[in-house]
């Protein structure tokens, strides 16, 4: 009987020792300040780097934007002087001068008796 009392003891000591060996032999990880520390600046660090490389593109659109408006400022540009460069053209015809000197200025072409040579 005493046999059977010890089998009978056995299996509950076991099972309590059982349960507190295992909470002994397992290792317990404690919070390491360290490693959080180390993982709160990696997010971080990757953040900042999303919002870097967001400003890069946005920057780049926009001076993208710019350079189309400039090339368009341009050709307005190469038209008005175009405009402007056949006006210049046809103010200065000897046709268009000949008329104002004989209607508004009242001028005549001089004869040969008028006409003095320089030597």
Same mark, same amino acid.
């Given at each position: 009987?005493?046999?059977?009392?010890?089998?009978?003891?056995?299996p509950m000591s076991r099972r309590v020792d059982t349960s507190a060996s295992r909470s002994k032999n397992r290792r317990v990880r404690k919070p390491q300040?360290?490693?959080? %520390?180390?993982? =709160?600046?990696?997010?971080?660090?990757?953040f900042l780097q999303? $919002?870097?490389?967001v400003w890069?593109?946005?920057?780049?659109?926009?001076? %993208?934007?710019? =350079?189309?408006?400039?090339k368009n400022r341009h050709e307005t540009? $190469?038209?008005v002087r175009s405009t402007l460069n056949i006006e210049l053209a046809r103010l200065k015809s000897p046709e268009r001068i000949e008329t104002i000197a004989r209607t508004r200025l009242g001028l005549v072409m001089?004869?040969?008796q008028r006409t003095v040579k320089l030597p």
């Open positions: 009987m005493a046999g059977a009392v010890k089998r009978a003891a056995r300040k360290a490693m959080t %520390g180390v993982w =709160i600046a990696l997010m971080a660090l990757f999303g $919002l870097f490389y890069c593109r946005v920057q780049c659109v926009n001076v %993208g934007y710019a =350079i189309e408006q400039e540009l $190469l038209k001089p004869d040969a």
